[in-house]
């Protein structure tokens, strides 16, 4: 190793102390949380890290580009701001499903934690960057593409006034699903510290939700309890905050059916929030204390 | 000054005890903790950087209580544990600024010192290579750059040397050395193999069963145990019999006698009976006796 080394080139000045600042914890947890991004997306990866984020981005942009494509051609919508996450809902799933086990497991697996640990940060910060990193990331593959359309409508200039109130809906709506969707997929995938169950697990989750609402929505409705059934499809979560949707902005449900009364659905959506953001901290307390 | 400090510190699990009132101190420089696997090394380190409550008993690194005081302990403490911490698929450097930067440097300067300590560590082109591919030994540097990257003021190195070929093993020993005297930063490290330790370390803390069996400077370790090998061509047991007469205690080994210094007087006793009995002197040479034999010999006595 000595060999391969410029003599005469390179002079050793011996070892520096650092004088300079130390920031504080708020610092450390934007490091984190930047860090946390770029892992998301597998930036600063090798390339295989970037596949599958950078695929499920472009296939989010494809309606956007056919509806600002429709939108330049018939100058009318093709896709409803608000209706976009919903009919979309594989891809944050899928993305959520292959992302967040790469957030929370390499750190369980690879015996990561105890390092950030023994930095000066509290568990809480460290599950927060990671829940916040986890969140834009989400929200990014959402509002990329609404905002694409909504710039596209913008240009193209539709005859009325451009649909500024559906435009904020989804955007607002699409945070609100990202916090949930993250909070939920980290806390399933930092259950395991293997990567491949993560996926596993966390598809597999939303697999079941949207199954077993579609199922018991149909089974209700045909036996003509309409009123249960609206209450099986708050089983799947985008369906849940499209319901928070329709109640705060007024929006047309995604489903056709209408939901169960908005103040309820509000209710329980932030309940299930708190329940997933509570579990997933306790998580990390406890493997913290090993 | 103090690096450490413990007082009647215990730690409980529920089968079994960690630590048993460990009461210990340590100063400035390079401080070994010795302990057989399982002896409460880790579990120390870790009550230390108040990441662990201990059951009884307070701890204090540079005069910060553990307990009270754990973030402005580890903003100056550096930490290498002891198993694999590294994730395979970004690069040394990209990790070791990651690590500074959590530590509170700011970019620019984080990238600074992670060039800097990656390279004081001895890693030069495969720094921006993957993680991953690295060998043991880079590992092993990459773990301790990290530990070093934010200029702490202490280190706490958790089995430097495992897993390291001999030559992996005296580089990564060399470095601990220059840590603690070159860089000026305190060294605590811990290790189940005694002779070690005693080539870089100023003080040795032992314990077992996390109890305190000892903890005293290296000289002293080892003045106890220093000898003298004589090796003569024949005549052995005359010799022995000299030296015996002279007041001095020697044993045979085979071909050769190992004498105990007593003091500089027995350097002289052993010349003059070499020359008396007329042999043929084929070595002579002083011993340091490792820490080990003085170790071995404690745990007999306290068993």
Not at chain 1, 136 to 165: K, S
Not at chain 2, 19 to 42: C, H, I, Q, Y
Request: proline share 5%.
């Amino acid at each position: 190793m000595s060999d391969a080394r410029p003599t005469g080139v390179i002079h050793d000045i011996g070892y520096r102390h650092y004088e300079g600042r130390r920031l504080g914890r708020g610092p450390a947890f934007a490091a984190l949380m930047a860090h946390n991004l770029r892992g998301a997306f597998g930036l600063r990866r090798p390339f295989r890290a970037k596949l599958v984020p950078f695929l499920l981005g472009g296939v989010m942009l494809l309606p956007a580009l056919v509806s600002i494509a429709v939108m330049a051609m018939f100058k009318e919508r093709a896709l409803p701001y608000h209706t976009f996450t919903a009919l979309l809902q594989v891809i944050p799933a899928i993305f959520l499903a292959a992302q967040a086990p790469y957030l929370a497991a390499l750190d369980l697996r690879y015996r990561i934690l105890p390092l950030y640990l023994s930095r000066p940060i509290l568990v809480t910060d460290y599950v927060g960057a990671k829940l916040a990193a986890m969140t834009l990331a989400l929200y990014a593959l959402i509002a990329v593409p609404l905002t694409a359309m909504f710039i596209g409508e913008l240009v193209i200039d539709l005859p009325g006034p451009p649909d500024t109130h559906g435009y904020a809906a989804a955007m607002t709506t699409g945070l609100i699903l990202a916090v949930f969707l993250a909070a939920a997929g980290l806390l399933v995938a930092s259950v395991t510290p293997r990567r491949g169950l993560g996926v596993a697990a966390v598809a597999a989750l939303y697999l079941l939700t949207s199954a077993v609402s579609l199922v018991l929505y149909g089974v209700l409705s045909a036996t003509g309890h309409d009123d249960e059934a609206r209450w099986a499809l708050l089983i799947n979560p985008f369906f849940l905050v499209d319901a928070m949707q329709t109640w705060l902005f007024g929006t047309e449900p995604v489903t056709g059916t209408g939901y169960p009364p908005g103040p309820i659905t509000a209710m329980l959506f932030v309940a299930c929030t708190a329940l997933a953001i509570g579990g997933l901290v306790a998580r990390y307390r406890s493997v913290a204390s090993r | 000054m103090t690096i450490l400090a413990t007082e009647g510190l215990t730690k409980r699990y529920p089968r079994v005890t960690a630590l048993d009132r460990l009461t210990v101190t340590a100063g400035p420089g390079v401080t070994g903790l010795v302990g057989a696997n399982g002896a409460g090394k880790s579990t120390l380190i870790k009550i230390l950087l108040g990441l662990l409550e201990p059951t009884a008993g307070r701890a204090e690194v540079l005069g910060m209580d553990s307990a009270t005081q754990a973030l402005a302990i580890r903003r100056v403490v550096g930490y290498m544990p002891e198993h694999d911490c590294l994730p395979p698929d970004i690069s040394a450097t990209e990790f070791v600024i990651h690590m500074a930067r959590l530590s509170g440097i700011p970019r620019t300067a984080a990238r600074e010192r992670a060039a800097d300590t990656l390279r004081h560590v001895g890693l030069y082109e495969e720094r921006y290579r993957p993680i991953g591919g690295y060998s043991t030994g880079m590992r092993q540097r990459v773990k301790l750059a990290q530990a070093l990257v934010h200029d702490p003021r202490v280190v706490f190195l958790d089995e430097p040397t495992n897993g390291l070929d001999p030559q992996g093993r005296d580089d990564m020993l060399a470095l601990i050395r220059r840590i603690g005297t070159e860089f000026g930063i305190s060294v605590v490290v811990t290790s189940h193999l005694l002779g070690e330790l005693e080539r870089i370390c100023d003080h040795v803390i032992v314990i077992d069963g996390g109890r305190l069996l000892r903890s005293s400077s290296i000289t002293e370790f080892t003045q106890a145990t220093e000898t003298i090998t004589v090796e003569v061509e024949d005549g052995h047991d005359e010799l022995l019999a000299r030296l015996a007469e002279a007041g001095e205690q020697a044993v045979r080994h085979r071909r050769r006698l190992a004498v105990k210094v007593r003091s500089e007087a027995t350097f002289d006793a052993v010349r003059d009976a070499v020359c008396d009995l007329g042999l043929s002197l084929i070595r002579l040479e002083r011993v340091r006796g490792s820490i080990e034999d003085v170790f071995r010999g404690e745990l007999e006595e306290v068993r």
